[in-house]
């Protein structure tokens, strides 16, 4: 009694789980960093640490274990921590990225086999206790496992891309947001009223203003430029304005037509074809007249913006990755129309996480919209990859910094030429300028516009460039904007806001990865990536009447449930030959004579089979398996 009593203090020890969980994380493969030169670190690596000791001390069946492992960010019901507010099964993957990557890659197709490889190689020996990686040349030589096995495999971890996680809870991500969607509009309401009343202040604030040397593209460029000229001159002038601007058209049009890769992500139908993961990005795209809070400080509004995606219309805090579907590198020049704070964008070659070395170029994204330009993008034609949007702290290569990040994506563009950002010039809003001729016309056209854009912000009906004008007035401060100086039902209003917003946490992050673009990796013959045969098509291992797997999704979610298969009998074999190889230091080989229940002296096998199938009837209860044979 007092060696049972014991037994069960121990177990019920958190550092059962610390014990235990170092045995699961050389399973897996647990790693910190990446290796190679500068050993970069695997950013919130040690959220897949914490969540292992955890899931052993709560004795997690080990079926939902490996469903987590797997899929843990596609189950249906994932296993929530409410305590500590977290989506435990999406953190499951992280060890999917705990793989090697190289330093400043000059063959993505090369390392991507490198890393995939090992995604590969740990999956089989963690979960099945055979290396399906030996098959990636020929075909096996002393299990049933062949070579196209591999590239089933290898097509399921390929079709999954590298991502940093949000693991909050849904409650957690979801919190506040009804409220902050109706304050929003009880917002724009509000706004929208106190700035048609303030009409006649916001020109006298134009007339005044130094506006200096702005670009072609800021819709008050025009008044900067017109109001000092004479009427021929003015004239002349607009016409010139409008030939620019219709010139800037027609040129973005027949770039487009020769593009080796064009997306419009204020088009619906394009956003609906990229993926996406954390709860910055909704499933719709943002109209023009879009708007976003300030969380701090003494302007009321971050921005009001055109039509695009964006990361942060409730909370900077939110996370947020966005990728396009594949694309094959061809042309001179690749760019990313959008705008951001402490976001970057990227063209990801194969999957590729890092941004070490040259050619493997980041850029930050600036505030304000405008073109940028990815580079390095000729090295790499003939290539395939993907563009890729994420908030700063959701990068795959550091994760980490400022809390508050967010982006805006408009277009995406590759081929030789380069695509002009024609903004919002005065000449692109809507109303007629041939009579402008003088100042007092064009200060009347202004404050028509700005009725115009006002009473649509306010109906929900806006465009672009209404939207563009709306922020240039507020940015400047023509119009209210400042939380000191607003109506007490305004500031009210602005600070409920901040209220709510403030009590979103910075979420909970892991290393992990997102269904992508379904592949089908072809045969690579001898295991040479410069001899391709045919794709094959992702699924589970011939042995066992491998099935093949749905050519939507990666097939994850498909991949442990064959896994946990009563047909598949070597996992339940490999994790009961483990608890007892850890329990005792030593094989079943040679302990088999000293287990008696079986009433007799049993053979390796059988005692496997016995085990294994108790294993799973009884729940397959990692702590029960070890105290039944302590």
Request: glycine content about 12%.
């Given at each position: 009694e007092a060696y049972a009593t014991l037994v069960d203090q121990l177990m019920a020890s958190s550092h059962y789980g610390e014990r235990w969980g170092r045995y699961w994380l050389d399973w897996f493969r647990y790693a910190e960093s990446y290796g190679s030169e500068g050993d970069p670190n695997v950013p919130y690596a040690t959220t897949y640490r914490d969540y292992v000791v955890r899931a052993l001390n709560a004795d997690v069946p080990y079926d939902q274990l490996i469903r987590e492992a797997l899929a843990g960010d596609l189950l249906e019901n994932p296993r929530v921590n409410e305590e500590k507010g977290l989506n435990e099964s999406a953190i499951g993957p992280a060890h999917l990225r705990m793989v090697p990557h190289g330093f400043g890659?000059?063959?993505?197709?090369?390392?991507?086999?490198?890393?995939?490889?090992?995604?590969?190689?740990?999956?089989?020996?963690?979960?099945?206790?055979?290396?399906?990686?030996?098959?990636?040349?020929?075909?096996?030589?002393?299990?049933?496992?062949?070579?196209?096995?591999?590239?089933?495999?290898?097509?399921?971890?390929?079709s999954s891309r590298p991502v940093i996680v949000n693991v909050d809870s849904p409650k957690m991500q979801e919190l506040h947001k009804k409220e902050l969607v109706a304050l929003k509009k009880k917002l724009r309401a509000g706004f929208a009223a106190q700035w048609l009343s303030e009409v006649d202040g916001a020109m006298e604030n134009l007339e005044g203003a130094k506006l200096g040397k702005i670009a072609d593209t800021d819709p008050l460029a025009g008044w900067a430029k017109l109001q000092g000229l004479a009427p021929?001159?003015?004239?002349?002038?607009?016409?010139?304005?409008?030939?620019?601007?219709?010139?800037?058209?027609?040129?973005?049009?027949?770039?487009?037509?020769?593009?080796?890769?064009?997306?419009?992500?204020?088009?619906?139908?394009?956003?609906?074809?990229?993926?996406?993961?954390?709860?910055?990005?909704?499933?719709?795209v943002?109209?023009?007249?879009?708007?976003?809070?300030?969380?701090?400080?003494?302007?009321?509004?971050?921005?009001?913006?055109?039509?695009?995606?964006?990361?942060?219309?409730?909370?900077?805090?939110?996370?947020?990755?966005?990728?396009?579907?594949?694309?094959?590198?061809?042309?001179?020049?690749?760019?990313?129309?959008?705008?951001?704070?402490?976001?970057?964008?990227?063209?990801?070659?194969?999957?590729?996480?890092?941004?070490?070395?040259?050619?493997?170029?980041?850029?930050?994204?600036?505030?304000?919209?405008?073109?940028?330009?990815?580079?390095?993008?000729?090295?790499?034609?003939?290539?395939?990859?993907y563009y890729h949007v994420n908030t700063g702290p959701d990068s795959t290569f550091r994760g980490g910094g400022k809390p508050r990040s967010w982006f805006g994506v408009f277009e995406v563009y590759a081929g030789d030429e380069s695509m002009r950002e024609l903004g919002a010039p005065m000449v692109a809003l809507p109303g007629k300028q041939d009579a402008i001729t003088n100042r007092k016309m064009l200060l009347n056209y202004y404050r028509g516009s700005l009725v115009d854009a006002l009473t649509g912000w306010r109906d929900g009906k806006i465009g672009d460039a209404q939207a563009l004008l709306l922020n240039a007035f507020v940015s400047r401060g023509f119009l209210s904007s400042e939380v000191a100086q607003l109506p007490a039902d305004l500031k009210s209003a602005v600070e409920s806001y901040r209220k709510l917003e403030s009590e979103i946490r910075t979420p909970v992050r892991a290393p992990g990865v997102m269904d992508g673009e379904p592949w089908d990796q072809p045969l690579l013959t001898r295991g040479n990536y410069k001899k391709e045969d045919k794709?094959?098509?992702?699924?589970?291992?011939?042995?066992?009447?491998?099935r093949t797997y749905p050519k939507s999704g990666s097939g994850r979610r498909e991949l442990a449930e064959d896994m946990l298969s009563e047909g598949n009998s070597l996992t339940t074999r490999v994790i009961v030959n483990r608890l007892w190889h850890h329990t005792f230091g030593r094989g079943l080989v040679a302990s088999a004579d000293n287990f008696g229940r079986l009433g007799k002296e049993p053979s390796h096998p059988e005692l496997l089979d016995y085990l294994a199938a108790d294993f799973r009837e009884n729940g397959w209860s990692m702590k029960r398996t070890v105290r039944q044979l302590v």
């Open positions: 890659v000059t063959d993505t197709y090369d390392e991507q086999i490198t890393f995939t490889d090992n995604q590969v190689d740990v999956v089989s020996k963690a979960m099945l206790g055979i290396t399906v990686s030996c098959a990636r040349c020929h075909n096996h030589k002393f299990d049933p496992i062949s070579q196209k096995d591999f590239y089933k495999f290898y097509g399921i971890m390929i021929d001159a003015m004239r002349k002038e607009v016409d010139a304005m409008r030939g620019r601007y219709q010139k800037g058209l027609e040129h973005n049009e027949l770039v487009k037509a020769e593009a080796t890769f064009y997306a419009d992500l204020r088009e619906q139908a394009t956003y609906d074809k990229w993926f996406k993961s954390g709860n910055g990005l909704g499933g719709k943002s109209p023009a007249g879009s708007f976003a809070i300030a969380a701090e400080g003494g302007k009321a509004f971050t921005g009001i913006y055109p039509a695009g995606v964006y990361s942060h219309l409730l909370s900077d805090k939110h996370s947020a990755t966005l990728n396009s579907v594949f694309h094959l590198a061809k042309g001179g020049r690749n760019s990313i129309r959008a705008m951001g704070s402490g976001s970057i964008a990227r063209f990801t070659l194969r999957s590729y996480p890092l941004m070490h070395g040259g050619l493997h170029p980041a850029p930050g994204l600036k505030p304000q919209a405008g073109w940028v330009n990815l580079n390095k993008y000729k090295y790499w034609n003939g290539e395939k990859g794709p094959v098509a992702r699924g589970f291992l011939e042995v066992f009447q491998g």
